[in-house]
Nanobody, 121 residues
């Protein structure tokens, strides 16, 4: 069974930085892409950033220039470096993986359990 395990959330003052990490556990053959979504209280879940296995990246306009996504295919991991955090970045951040292939199964989409990021003074 494949799981996404996240770490790195926490509380910082506006202007601060955090790094989120997510690793896929299990006997994995390949992952097409991984990314981060977030959901603030009372709002819908939104895409923050994504990266393909080939290294192509995409960002939400609201985080461009502040957040950087990176991946490690050998570790089946994805990271999100968040700089210049704003209060509006406060949300639960979820790791996402697309088309995860194991020797016996193909998972079209997987989600992590979520990690809370709070930017507040």
């Amino acid at each position: 069974q494949v799981q996404l395990v996240e770490s790195g959330g926490g509380s910082v003052q506006p202007g601060g930085s955090l790094i989120l990490s997510c690793a896929a556990s299990g006997n994995i053959v390949s992952i097409n892409g991984m990314g981060w979504y977030r959901q603030a209280p009372g709002k819908q879940r939104e895409m923050v950033a994504g990266i393909t296995s080939g290294g192509s990246t995409i960002y939400a306009d609201s985080v461009k220039g502040r957040f950087t996504i990176s991946g490690d295919n050998a570790k089946n991991a994805v990271y999100l470096q968040m700089n210049s955090l704003k209060s509006e970045d406060t949300a639960v951040y979820y790791c996402n993986a697309v088309r995860v292939v194991t020797p016996t199964d193909t998972y079209l989409e997987l989600w992590g359990q979520g990690t809370l990021v709070t930017a507040s003074s």
